[in-house]
């Protein structure tokens, strides 16, 4: 057997133990020396290579020490465990690649979040497994919100104050939700199987809060809690709730972990952030990006200090908020971003070790894919801007042609006369 295929199998053993082996432990009436012995088997069976079969003993031995000598953390340490997801437009794909690890280490009964987050939170609360969830996203063609023509636009902005009025993602999500939990009427926040909370920004309160447990809310269809929590300003038209317009929950609560906890103190969360992994000093900006950051990233620096052992720090740029559509190669990247972010912060705990899943190699590879896209989207931005001077220059000769056409005639008028 070649180095290169042993190192293969070795990935593959590894992958093996901590995906089916490991987590057969902790569940009730297992006898883990009957588990442990049927795997060396299969092993020495599948791969009938000595140095396979020892390097699987020798895992098998150091495992066993650690889960026995250094418990794992209980999956729940308070009576519900949170999982809160930060609004963030398309780049919230990156959430799937995130549950695809965690799922294998935490139950979640609670699901929240805002914007692309709440729509997150309410297929996940409706019973969506991360796989579905996968296929739901990543297939997706989020332009299709964008569901006005040019003379419909301005119509909307002038009236209704926003560009879409997204009726098509209301019937998606509306679509989603019945399918899963086989109903012949709307689905509202109640109907959902695990507790659900998403959140909207309205002008008389600290977040308009949409939650499948509480009476006030609860008979919500939810579909509109989803349309209010992403109502980006002048995006898409806002909602209205008591006579008041509703907007994109970003705008108050983008990351709504304190919320979560002062509605129930004895629940345990896990945050997935969509930030800088490392902090990087900011240029000076427009005022108005300025402004735009305070009212939805204001709180995020308090909040990533105190709970930085609860939260899963996933880097989805170059990748922008506002960008509808993704090439396949860009799904991919923000995958595996929310893949690594959780390997990452899974690494704190004594039971698992990130190397186990080649984090270096692919930390590597995806950074070199992030300035592959990066240069991409320079060349994309420095084309568009190139066909927007084209076509300024265009309107302007077409204008000086015009006026001079203009002049010509009202010179041989007048010199007619």
Same mark, same amino acid.
């Given at each position: 057997?070649?180095?290169?295929?042993?190192?293969?199998?070795?990935?593959?053993?590894?992958?093996?133990?901590?995906?089916?082996?490991?987590?057969?432990?902790?569940?009730?009436?297992?006898?883990?020396?009957?588990?442990?012995?049927?795997?060396?088997?299969?092993?020495?069976?599948?791969?009938?290579?000595?140095?396979?079969?020892?390097?699987?003993?020798?895992?098998?031995?150091?495992?066993?020490?650690?889960?026995?000598?250094?418990?794992?953390?209980?999956?729940?340490?308070?009576?519900?465990?949170?999982?809160?997801?930060?609004?963030?437009?398309?780049?919230?794909?990156?959430?799937?690649?995130?549950?695809?690890?965690?799922?294998?280490?935490?139950?979640?009964?609670?699901?929240?979040?805002?914007?692309?987050?709440?729509?997150?939170?309410? $297929?996940? /609360?409706?019973?969506? @497994?991360?796989?579905?969830?996968? &296929? +739901? *996203?990543?297939? !997706?063609?989020?332009?299709? %919100?964008?569901?006005?023509?040019?003379?419909?636009?301005?119509?909307?902005?002038?009236?209704?104050?926003?560009?879409?009025?997204?009726?098509?993602?209301?019937?998606?999500?509306?679509?989603?939700?019945?399918?899963?939990?086989?109903?012949?009427?709307?689905?509202?926040?109640?109907?959902?199987?695990?507790?659900?909370?998403?959140?909207?920004?309205?002008?008389?309160?600290?977040?308009?809060?949409?939650?499948?447990?509480?009476?006030?809310?609860?008979?919500?269809?939810?579909?509109?809690?989803?349309?209010?929590?992403?109502?980006?300003?002048?995006?898409?038209?806002?909602?209205?709730?008591?006579?008041?317009?509703? $907007?994109? /929950?970003?705008?108050? @609560?983008?990351?709504?972990?304190? &919320? +979560? *906890?002062?509605? !129930?103190?004895?629940?345990? %969360?896990?945050?997935?952030?969509?930030?800088?992994?490392?902090?990087?000093?900011?240029?000076?900006?427009?005022?108005?990006?300025?402004?735009?950051?305070?009212?939805?990233?204001?709180?995020?620096?308090?909040?990533?200090?105190?709970?930085?052992?609860?939260?899963?720090?996933?880097?989805?740029?170059?990748?922008?908020?506002?960008?509808?559509?993704?090439?396949?190669?860009?799904?991919?990247?923000?995958?595996?971003?929310?893949?690594?972010?959780?390997?990452?912060?899974?690494?704190?705990?004594?039971?698992?070790?990130?190397?186990?899943?080649?984090?270096?190699?692919?930390?590597?590879?995806?950074?070199?894919?992030?300035?592959?896209?990066?240069?991409?989207?320079?060349?994309?931005?420095?084309?568009?801007?190139?066909?927007?001077?084209?076509?300024?220059?265009?309107?302007?000769?077409?204008?000086?042609?015009?006026?001079?056409?203009?002049?010509?005639?009202?010179?041989?008028?007048?010199?007619?006369?």
């Amino acid at each position: 057997m070649s180095t290169g295929s042993r190192i293969n199998n070795y990935r593959d053993i590894v992958t093996d133990f901590h995906h089916i082996i490991k987590p057969r432990w902790s569940n009730d009436g297992v006898n883990i020396k009957t588990v442990n012995e049927q795997w060396i088997k299969a092993i020495s069976e599948k791969y009938k290579d000595d140095k396979l079969t020892l390097y699987a003993h020798e895992l098998l031995l150091s495992e066993v020490h650690i889960f026995y000598n250094h418990p794992s953390p209980e999956p729940i340490a308070y009576d519900q465990l949170a999982l809160v997801m930060k609004g963030g437009g398309i780049k919230g794909l990156a959430y799937v690649g995130a549950l695809e690890v965690l799922q294998d280490h935490y139950e979640f009964d609670w699901f929240s979040g805002t914007s692309a987050g709440a729509i997150a939170a309410l $297929l996940l /609360g409706s019973g969506h @497994n991360v796989k579905e969830l996968n &296929e +739901i *996203l990543a297939t !997706k063609n989020f332009a299709d %919100f964008k569901d006005a023509n040019f003379f419909q636009m301005l119509r909307n902005l002038i009236l209704e104050k926003g560009l879409y009025k997204a009726n098509t993602f209301v019937e998606w999500i509306d679509e989603l939700l019945s399918q899963k939990l086989e109903s012949n009427v709307a689905v509202r926040l109640q109907d959902l199987p695990k507790r659900t909370t998403v959140y909207a920004s309205r002008k008389d309160k600290k977040a308009l809060i949409f939650d499948s447990h509480e009476a006030a809310s609860r008979e919500q269809s939810a579909s509109f809690a989803a349309r209010c929590s992403m109502s980006i300003p002048y995006m898409f038209t806002p909602q209205s709730s008591e006579g008041m317009r509703v $907007l994109d /929950g970003g705008a108050q @609560n983008n990351f709504p972990v304190d &919320e +979560i *906890l002062e509605s !129930k103190k004895d629940s345990n %969360f896990i945050g997935l952030y969509l930030g800088e992994e490392i902090y990087k000093p900011k240029r000076k900006s427009l005022l108005l990006f300025d402004l735009i950051s305070i009212f939805t990233e204001s709180t995020d620096p308090e909040i990533l200090r105190k709970y930085k052992d609860k939260i899963v720090v996933i880097d989805p740029s170059p990748i922008s908020t506002m960008q509808f559509k993704l090439s396949s190669e860009e799904k991919e990247f923000l995958l595996e971003a929310g893949r690594l972010g959780a390997i990452k912060f899974l690494d704190k705990r004594s039971d698992f070790n990130k190397e186990d899943y080649d984090y270096n190699k692919r930390k590597k590879l995806l950074e070199e894919k992030r300035k592959i896209i990066t240069k991409q989207k320079r060349g994309k931005r420095v084309w568009f801007k190139a066909k927007v001077y084209a076509v300024i220059i265009l309107i302007f000769l077409s204008l000086c042609l015009l006026l001079s056409l203009i002049g010509s005639l009202l010179l041989s008028l007048i010199s007619s006369i």
